[in-house]
Each structure stands twice: as C-alpha cells, then as structure tokens.
C-alpha cells in the first residue's frame, strides 16, 4: 500500500506542475488547444449521433420485421392447395403455449371490402395477434391498440391508418365509429384506434384480430386472393434459432404429414446497424483526422516551449532530477492540457446533441429516445488523451535529451 500511495501522490504532484507550466504557457498552448477541443468535440458528436441514428434505424426495422429476434414460421400444403386456417391457428397457439412464448402474433393478408360513405373500396387488411402492436412497435395516433377486450366483441374490432380514419370523415373514436364490411351477410366492425400514415402511404389499409379475421372469412365471404398465413414468435437471440425450429416442428407434427412446416429469422435490425456502423467509421475518421491535425499543432508548440525552457531543464537535472522525470514531467503537461481540452469538447458535444432542436432533428420519430451515450464521451477523453500523449512524446524525448552543461550555458 505505501508504494501505491506514492505512486498516486508522484502522480498527482506531476498533474499539478503540468496544469501550472500550462498556465504559465497558455498563451502559446491556447489556439492548439482549441483546435484539439473543437476536434475532440466533433468525434464526440459524431459517436453520440451515430448511436441515435442506430436507434432510429433499429427502431424502423423493428416496425417492418419485428423486434430482434422475430422468427416467421410459415405452413403450407405438401400439394399445395389452400390450408385450413384454423387448424393451423390451434396448431400453432398449442405450440407456442407448450414452450411458455409470451409474444407471438398470426400475420395473413387478404383484401376486404369497405363501404366507406363515398362507395366501396378494396382495402389491404392484415390479420394479427394482440402481441403484434408490442413486436413491431406500433405507433397508435388515436385510439389504442387491440385488448383482450376486443376478443369478446361481437362486432370485429378495427385498427386503421389514417388515410383510412380521413375517409370516413376522421370521426372521434370515443363515439365508437363503424363501418361496414360487404359479403355474402353484411358485417359491421368498429374502429377502435388509427395509426399514423407515411407520405409514401396513400391508400387505406387496416388491422383486424385473426380470430374474428378468420370468423368473417367464414361467413362475410372476403376476396379470396389471400395469403398462406404466417406467425411471429419474438424470443431471446440466443434461443432464436432452437426455439422456432421447435415450434415449427411441433406445428408440423399436429397438423400431420400432409403439411410442412418452416421457421426463420426474419428481422433485419443488426444488419441494418451495421451498415450505419460503417458510415459512422467513415465520418469518425473525418473527425480522427481533424484531432491529428490540432496534435500536430500542438506538438509544434511544446517543441518552441521546451527549448524556451532549457535552461530550466538544466538546472533541474542538477539538482538531482533523472531523466525519467524530466520525460514524465514534459510528457504530462500536453497530456494534462489535452484532457482539459477534452472535457470541455465533451461537454460541448452534450450541449450540442442534448440540445432540445438537434433532439427533435435526428431523434424524429424514436420512441425510445437513448440518452447521451457514455461510450461517445470515454471515445473522446481518450481520443484527447492518446493526443496528448503523442504529441507530448517527441518534446519529452527532445527534453530528456538536453546536456546539463549546456543548457547551463544556454
């Protein structure tokens, strides 16, 4: 413990003459510093912003192929004619049920008909499971999503976008609105919430419960170009593969040798990451490069400063310091300023990318907004840090090489 304790406090007594030859050079060491600090903020921003930008991404691919790890299982017919539709929905619920699966959903797609107050319309319907929401992070803009309560409605529950919600007058949902479904009997569902539309989505479109979805196909007569339903089951990465396997397997074995039964992964999230990862190497190099630039800048200065400063050098070797401390010693006063430097970049790239207006500009649309990341600021105080260092090395060297007698002379 006593040579820890000497060593911290030869540590700390080094940091201190470092931060007051600092003060005593600022003058020259200043604009250098501001360049490593504008750098050290930049590449700060950059890693902070990327990881934003990741979530985001993430988030967008999680609404289109689900949360990671989201296997589809799909179910055909060895001889390829239509399957039945609840037996593969009892098949697959009693397997899910056997493994303790807590987010599952069916997806099938078929095109119904709408009477909406201008005429009839043929809308893209999605038949889903209440967990399908959660798995996909749905945004609902009005409304809410579907309940258990709605297993028990008689009238099937609707959620629509909005372009849907727009054509029947945007009414308000709390008067539970209908609309009618046309077929062979006439059906009325209610719209129980909307979600947001894209610019790229013009046309009408809705969610419906597989349960009732499949109800109605059996007595309102839907169009019949429908889809071969499939399932999500959302499960830890690490059992991923196994468990739809196993699900598959069990849904193939209850539906008998007449069906067959596939799973695989089908979000796309890590890879869409990683491609951004790439794009933020690039910029981070940008950045990198500018940091090298104010190190060069910065070595130029202490070599100026060390040379002022022979004589002093000199008579501090005589009066007994070693070599190892003059190096040290000329070493950490760029390692102490470049850290100062540092922290203020930091500090700076918080302001900036914590800033109400960059938030609102890069984390558009993020429900899970991730806070400054702590990784970003230790990349940028060990950026600054490496700087310094490096920057420091050649003067320290320059330093340690210098004759008592003639820096005497000096």
Request: glycine share 8%.
């Amino acid at each position: 413990m006593i040579w820890l304790q000497r060593a911290l406090t030869a540590f700390v007594g080094s940091c201190a003459e470092a931060w007051s030859e600092v003060r005593v050079h600022r003058g020259r060491v200043l604009l250098s510093l501001i360049g490593v600090g504008v750098a050290v903020c930049a590449l700060t921003v950059v890693v902070a912003a990327g990881s934003i930008a990741q979530q985001a991404l993430r988030e967008v691919s999680e609404r289109q192929s689900g949360r990671a790890a989201t296997m589809s299982i799909s179910v055909n017919r060895i001889d390829g004619s239509p399957v039945d539709a609840a037996k593969v929905a009892d098949a697959f619920d009693t397997a899910v049920d056997r493994y303790g699966i807590t987010w599952f959903s069916e997806r099938s797609y078929v095109q119904q008909a709408v009477r909406f107050p201008d005429g009839r319309l043929d809308v893209s319907t999605e038949a889903v499971d209440i967990g399908y929401g959660e798995m996909h992070r749905l945004k609902i803009a009005e409304g809410s999503w579907f309940t258990d309560a709605d297993q028990a409605r008689l009238a099937p529950a609707l959620v629509v976008n909005e372009r849907f919600w727009e054509r029947m007058g945007s009414p308000d949902l709390r008067t539970h609105p209908t609309v009618v479904l046309p077929g062979e009997v006439n059906t009325v569902a209610v719209v129980v919430g909307v979600t947001p539309s894209t610019s790229f989505d013009t046309q009408p479109s809705m969610y419906m419960l597989g349960s009732q979805f499949r109800l109605l196909a059996s007595t309102a007569g839907p169009s019949q170009n429908f889809n071969t339903p499939q399932y999500e089951v959302w499960v830890p990465e690490s059992d991923a593969e196994q468990l739809g396997s196993r699900v598959a397997a069990d849904m193939g074995g209850l539906l008998g040798e007449k069906y067959a039964a596939s799973a695989f992964r089908s979000d796309y999230a890590e890879q869409n990451a990683s491609s951004l990862e790439q794009v933020q190497l690039i910029i981070g190099g940008i950045a990198l490069l500018v940091l090298l630039l104010g190190a060069l800048g910065l070595v130029n200065i202490a070599l100026v400063t060390v040379r002022a400063r022979i004589r002093e050098i000199g008579i501090r070797r005589t009066f007994g310091a070693t070599a190892a401390r003059v190096f040290f010693s000329v070493l950490m006063e760029s390692v102490v300023a470049t850290v100062v430097a540092g922290i203020v970049g930091v500090m700076l790239a918080v302001l900036v990318v914590k800033n109400p207006l960059t938030e609102e500009l890069i984390g558009q649309g993020i429900a899970d907004l991730p806070p400054f990341p702590v990784d970003a600021a230790i990349v940028g105080l060990v950026s600054a840090t490496a700087v310094g260092a490096l920057a420091g090395l050649i003067p320290a060297l320059v330093a340690v090489r210098v004759k008592v007698i003639d820096a005497i002379r000096y």
